[in-house]
């Protein structure tokens, strides 16, 4: 009798560890748009701004799925594929995380209740489909409204121009937030092509916008609200996205 009041206690521990210490969960979220305006050039993720974050994450126990607007394969910024870029020929060449991309779920079809933050990666193609998808507000607002976090980098934070909180406000209201700026835009010679310029937008929502030096890292975190702004901050915004998970 003894004995099995000790494997019944062990059993109650054991269950209520794993309980304790439930690894969180992250959703990113990728564009599934392809198409660079009407200059007849494919765009899509920028590839390192979705595999930095996700190695960031994983490698420190946070699980993570990805999603995309439609769902399916997301298409890949071509240019994102030419660098010499250890973890994205990693994550490319594991069949088991190549898939994790080419079978993405439907970001409508996500139960938002499983998920401890949102991450959106960047690409050019976020700026036409991330502000105009329902799901992103309602997926985004629900792990908002229950404490989580909400991250984007690059041209990401396209989809907190469309997110708002239970009372109606957008979440960059008042919050410092950092995103791919029209200097950068300018570098890459793209301000007349893409809808509008992302700096613009957030500050148009109320956002306070923060800028480091072009091309080089720049993240910040105000409260659950994390950004960084461009392909060179991804890997620190899922550092500080992982530690604000991990406290």
Same mark, same amino acid.
């Given at each position: ?24 969960k992250v959703l990113i ?8 305006? %009407? ?25 993570? %799925?990805?999603?995309?607007?439609? =769902? ?17 020929? %990693? ?16 970001? &409508? ?32 607002? @629900?792990?908002?409204?229950? =404490?989580?976090?909400?991250? &984007? ?22 919050? @410092?937030?950092? =995103? ?8 890459? =010679? ?7 310029? *992302? ?13 480091? %030096? ?6 910040v975190r105000d409260d ?7 392909p060179q901050s991804a ?5 500080? *996205?992982?530690?604000?998970?991990? @406290?």
């Amino acid at each position: 009798m003894r004995s099995l009041c000790k494997v019944f206690s062990a059993i109650v521990m054991f269950t209520f560890s794993a309980v304790a210490f439930a690894a969180p969960k992250v959703l990113i979220v990728v564009t599934s748009h392809d198409q660079m305006g %009407d200059t007849g050039e494919k765009t899509g993720l920028y590839l390192s701004e979705m595999t930095h974050p996700y190695h960031e994450l994983t490698k420190v126990g946070i699980k993570v %799925d990805i999603a995309s607007i439609k =769902g399916g394969a997301s298409p890949i910024d071509p240019k994102s594929l030419t660098l010499d870029d250890e973890i994205n020929q %990693d994550f490319l060449a594991n069949p088991d995380t190549r898939a994790l991309l080419d079978n993405t779920m439907k970001l &409508a079809n996500v139960d938002a209740s499983n998920y401890d933050a949102i991450l959106f990666a960047g690409g050019h193609g976020t700026v036409w489909d991330f502000p105009n998808s329902p799901a992103v507000n309602t997926v985004s607002s @629900k792990i908002y409204g229950n =404490g989580g976090f909400v991250a &984007a980098v690059c041209h990401g934070p396209a989809a907190l121009l469309n997110i708002y909180d239970a009372s109606g406000k957008p979440i960059i209201q008042g919050k @410092k937030v950092a =995103g791919f700026s029209n200097a950068e835009e300018e570098a890459v =010679g793209l301000t007349k092509v893409v809808p509008y310029l *992302l700096q613009d937008e957030l500050i148009a929502k109320g956002a306070l916008y923060q800028e480091g %030096d072009k091309f080089t890292t720049f993240v910040v975190r105000d409260d659950r609200i994390i950004t960084g702004q461009n392909p060179q901050s991804a890997s620190e915004l899922g550092r500080v *996205l992982a530690n604000a998970l991990l @406290k």
